[in-house]
């Protein structure tokens, strides 16, 4: 079993609509969850963390369950820029740790005009 | 600052052949990674440094060395090239505090092909 796991999509979506990306994780120690976004033949780039609570950031909503261990990522209204591959990214050490991060494969999502 | 850079963008290798991949980062961190991006299988950790002068296997590691001679520069080495080693590579590196960013910060990436 992989250690993260997504839906790799594609997710093909009308601008202005809402789109919801989940993620499992197997490592109930994991401490630190994170999205990151990566454009086409680019580098990933962090698009938020994800905290216990929740999170949003403007159009953005990321949750997570850790009894579940169960990550989401909500997109509201969205935009053409927004196409791009969201991958899903735990942590097992805090933010000063060298551990290293794992990554999901990623889900694809391409917002049509 | 021109954060973190990778040099070449792009390769094609014949089998056997070697070659050095340099990753180079201005931010002052102390944590640097290599890792490999293939299709359908996310990004995978191929060696990591925690600083100047030492290094750490990764989740993928045969096949590769790596060199961390200066705290700026990351050095990812092929001795023997084999196409299953064809992929992208992306270095990334990472504040050590604690009050630092949780975020890695990724190069460009470097597109390799062997055949």
């Known amino acids: 079993r992989k250690e993260v796991e997504q839906d790799p999509g594609p997710f093909n979506v009308p601008e202005g609509a809402t789109v919801a990306f989940n993620c499992t994780y197997s490592?109930?120690?994991?401490?630190?969850f994170f999205w990151y976004r990566q454009d086409c033949r680019k580098e990933p780039k962090l698009l938020m963390s994800v905290y216990s609570s929740g999170n949003e950031d403007g159009r953005f909503t990321a949750q997570l369950n850790r009894a579940s261990q169960y990550i989401s990522l909500l997109i509201r209204d969205s935009k053409l820029s927004d196409s791009a591959t969201y991958l899903c990214?735990?942590?097992?050490?805090?933010?000063?740790?060298?551990?290293?991060?794992?990554f999901g494969s990623g889900t694809q999502l391409t917002v049509l005009p | 600052n021109a954060g973190v850079t990778q040099t070449p963008k792009f390769r094609v290798l014949k089998t056997g052949q070697s070659m050095t991949l340099l990753c180079a980062q201005d931010m002052n961190h102390e944590y640097m990674y290599w890792y490999r991006q293939d299709p359908g299988m996310g990004l995978r950790l191929i060696h990591y440094?925690?600083?100047?002068?030492?290094?750490a296997k990764g989740e993928v590691p045969d096949g590769y060395n790596v060199s961390r001679l200066k705290k700026q520069n990351f050095l990812l080495g092929l001795e023997s090239a084999a196409p299953s080693q064809t992929s992208v590579y992306f270095c990334?590196?990472?504040?050590?505090?604690?009050?630092?960013?949780?975020?890695?910060?990724f190069g460009p990436g470097t597109r390799l092909t062997v055949t």
């Open positions: 990334a590196s990472k504040g050590s505090r604690l009050a630092d960013s949780y975020e890695q910060y």
């Open positions: 490592n109930s120690a994991s401490q630190s």
């Open positions: 990214v735990v942590n097992m050490g805090s933010s000063g740790s060298a551990r290293q991060l794992t």
């Open positions: 440094s925690v600083g100047e002068g030492t290094t």
